[in-house]
């Protein structure tokens, strides 16, 4: 570029300097006096030598070389200003890229290894499927998790980050960025740019599916999970997502493959979503951590993902009360000197025992009551200990073994005769509703007097301290209140106006919080047994 400016001015000098040299000047006329004297011939001078011409060229060219050289300077200290700006730029980039880094969630197309060709059709739309049934799964127990930090304060400081949505290909902007700059640089220094690369690498998580059957016609159905850390910082995991054996009507109900698949999509995305949302709690435990506040934290989290798993069971099926009981176990071994995963243990089997018959069902029961004791044995909280007493008294009513019964029945009248007891003092509301829990059972079964007005009393009581939507939609589908739920609609309409009237009941305890209820009460058609007298809590109150 300079050599092609210095070649235009060089040209514009000399044509300049030429046409200048041809310029006609006019010659002046010289009249001849009468006086005689030798004849002096006069020589018209030009303008410009060529001597002088050569002079001014050379000035010039002198004047355009320190032009140039001035402008040069210029144009260099530009360009290293504007080096010296993209530079900066670029190292900005490569630090938010870097900072904005976070973990991946990639999720493979589905492939077919049932030999069924209808399948093949629909592949990428399971696969698609499954993203956005994962997506969603994964948002529920991220809230969960908000919940759950909230809940536990700072004795347990479980990871709040964020879990990754899941997507079909990985996110490769540092790579290129730093493959980009790689590029650009000069050789001596690809060695740094590429210990860039390993340095900061990609993390996160690749699943790949595979779909499988079992027996002729495909009477059992899978979908294998494969689980592999880009980083490789948790080790591979494998695990296939089985069909829950069913019943003849329910088989022949379920004609076509593929929508078998769709169904069992959601058991599998809520697995997966568990699973992936445990790995990134586990990726998060600060480096810090090792020893015995390592493997502290280690039970929290599996004892966290335990109750998720109880929980998933009542909402997508049994399927998930084996995987709670493995991490609440996995829990105890971490932190043995813990209360709550006994505690979350001996309800995981309580509620297990619900769904079984016979001896697996008082086999179940006895594990639970066998937790609870154990849990009872660390527990530290007044409120906690009375808790897990009646939730071990509801587990031996179940039994319905007489011995049991009797203790079971003794538990709760100890507990309502203490000097210290007062139900309308109570603002558990999780103590009141296993209270009314055990009552509702206890009329089931018959083993006690008033048994179904002090149902009715403790779970007027357990809602009126709790308005939250979920727990309200639970008490009318929770088996155990199933011999009183006749009246519910009636008896939270009727609380619900109250509370709209009294927002401070909640909060209320002792005469006034009894009257409350009382009136809520009387305003409910119980039906019979209701009138009956001789209410310990009623008295109390």
């Known amino acids: 570029m300079k050599a092609q400016l210095l070649l235009i001015f060089t040209l514009l000098v000399l044509n300049s300097g030429t046409a200048h040299s041809q310029t006609s000047v006019p010659n002046p006329q010289i009249t001849a006096t009468p006086k005689v004297t030798p004849a002096i011939t006069v020589t018209p001078k030009s303008s410009s030598s060529p001597k002088d011409t050569k002079a001014s060229e050379k000035d010039l060219v002198k004047t355009f070389e320190e032009l140039d050289k001035g402008f040069t300077t210029i144009v260099f200290l530009l360009v290293k200003i504007l080096v010296g700006l993209l530079s900066l730029f670029v190292i900005r980039r490569f630090f938010l890229l870097i900072i904005n880094r976070s973990s991946q969630l ?32 994964m948002k529920s127990v991220y809230q969960r998790s908000k919940e759950h930090i909230n809940s536990v304060g700072p004795e347990i400081n479980l990871s709040s980050t964020r879990f990754p949505l899941p997507q079909a290909t990985a996110n490769q902007q540092l ?65 296939t997502v089985w069909e829950l054996p069913e019943s003849e009507a329910d088989k022949q109900s379920k004609t076509v493959l593929k ?52 929980s998933s069971a009542q909402t997508h099926g049994k399927f998930f009360y084996p995987l709670a009981i493995d991490e609440l176990q996995d829990a105890i071994e971490f932190y043995p000197d813990w209360y709550q995963p006994h505690y979350n243990l001996a309800d995981t089997y309580s509620l297990l025992a619900r769904t079984e018959q016979g001896d697996r069902r008082v086999n179940h029961l006895q594990s639970a009551i066998a937790h609870y004791e154990e849990a009872l044995k660390r527990v530290t909280e007044p409120t906690v200990e009375l808790r897990c007493k009646v939730a071990r008294a509801i587990a031996q009513l179940l039994t319905e073994k007489e011995d049991l019964l009797l203790v079971a029945k003794q538990e709760i009248q100890n507990l ?72 519910f609609p009636e008896l939270k309409s009727t609380l619900l106006k109250t509370l709209n009237e009294q927002p401070e009941l909640p909060k209320q305890t002792g005469k006034d919080f009894a009257e409350s209820i009382e009136k809520v009460l009387e305003g409910v058609d119980w039906g019979s047994g209701i009138g009956d007298k001789g209410d310990k809590t009623s008295q109390k109150s």
């Open 416 to 487: 309502e005769t203490a000097e210290n007891w007062d139900a309308t003092t109570v603002l558990n509301y999780q103590l009141l509703y296993y209270l009314a829990c055990w009552y509702a059972l206890a009329y089931r079964f018959d083993v006690a007097d008033n048994t179904k007005k002090q149902a009715y009393i403790y779970l007027a009581y357990s809602l009126a301290r709790e308005k939250n939507r979920d727990f309200w939609e639970w008490t009318s589908k929770d088996p155990d209140l199933e011999s009183i739920r006749g009246c």
């Open 175 to 239: 790579t290129n960025f730093i493959s980009s700059v790689k590029e650009l640089t000069p050789d001596q220094i690809d060695p740094l740019v590429q210990l860039l690369a390993v340095v900061f690498p990609p993390y996160g998580t690749k699943v790949t599916a595979i779909l499988q059957s079992q027996g002729e016609e495909h009477k059992r159905i899978g979908i294998t999970f494969e689980i592999q850390d880009i980083d490789n910082r948790i080790a591979a995991q494998i695990y």
């Open 259 to 310: 929508d078998r698949y769709r169904q069992l999509l959601r058991t599998a995305s809520r697995w997966l979503a568990l699973e992936l949302s445990k790995r990134e709690m586990i990726r998060g435990i600060p480096k810090l951590y090792v020893g015995s506040k390592r493997q502290r934290y280690l039970g929290q989290i599996h004892n966290f993902f335990g109750v998720l798993n109880q």
């Open 106 to 137: 990639i999720i493979d197309n589905f492939s077919n290894a049932t030999g069924a060709d209808e399948i093949e059709s629909v592949l990428p739309g399971l696969s698609q499927l499954a993203r956005e049934r994962l997506a969603r799964e």
